[in-house]
């Protein structure tokens, strides 16, 4: 059984930096195609792409948040860390992990979401 | 970036009606579009994938198709279950792009 789970701060201060990660259970982030993603989704919004790492270390990113991301990997404890630095309230959202499994499909298995609240 | 933009934004139907959704690409994307369906409080789940082929355990009564700029999701049966809101999302080229989502709302 795959499962993904977040992890992290429920609440950061505007200009903080916020570290979440992602926990992944029953399958190896070192499968050949694998990638992890982050999407978030602030309260009653649409869903919003912010990264990705693939199975060999490669990485990809928002272009309009790019300069304040910061994906890596962990493999032997299976996690994949995001930084976003410099928060806002415009911040303020759910963020999901979520797992392509194999290179022809999608994202097949999603965290449970994490809301962050930026907030002084 | 691509641009999806989803049709309509709502809709209301009834237990049984057949329903489809229109996600239009910016540009072309080939067959790289994925459906989601989410319900409040919930993460995504995937349905559609490679624009018409259907996750594993997700039920037959929906489908997908299209390739280039045009595409549909369709429920050919609704069930009391599958009243959410639905998302599709382009992999064809980074950035990496979702639909603002149609909300299936209950007639």
């Known amino acids: 059984q795959i499962t993904l789970k977040e992890s992290g701060p429920t609440l950061v201060k505007p200009t903080q930096t916020l ?11 070192s499968t050949s195609g694998v990638h992890v993603g982050w999407i978030r989704q602030p309260p009653g ?9 693939y199975w060999d270390d490669g990485t990809r990113y ?4 790019k300069s304040r991301l910061t994906i890596t990997k962990d493999t032997s404890k299976n996690q994949v860390v995001l930084t976003l ?16 499994s194999t290179a022809m499909t999608s994202l097949d298995y999603w965290g449970q979401g994490t809301l962050v609240t930026v907030s002084s | 970036d691509i641009q999806m933009t989803q049709s309509p934004s709502s809709v209301s139907a009834s237990i049984g009606d057949r329903v489809t959704i229109t996600c239009r690409a910016s540009q072309g994307i080939s067959s790289w579009l994925a459906w989601y369906q989410q319900k409040p409080g919930k993460a995504p789940k995937l349905l559609i994938y490679a ?9 037959s009564r929906f489908s997908g198709s299209g390739s280039g700029t045009d595409f549909t999701l369709t429920i050919s049966s609704l069930q009391p279950e599958d009243f959410a809101t639905y998302y599709c999302q382009q992999a064809n080229s980074f950035p990496i792009t979702f639909g603002q989502g149609t909300r299936l709302e209950i007639k």
């Open chain 1, 62 to 65: 928002s272009p309009s948040l």
């Open chain 1, 85 to 100: 630095t410099n928060m806002d309230p415009a911040d303020t959202a759910t963020y999901f992990c979520a797992l392509r």
């Open chain 1, 45 to 53: 919004k649409a869903l919003e792409w912010l990264a990705l790492i």
């Open chain 2, 51 to 59: 624009a018409s082929s259907l996750q594993s355990g997700v039920p």
């Open chain 1, 19 to 29: 570290t979440l990660t992602c926990t992944v259970s029953g399958f190896s982030l």
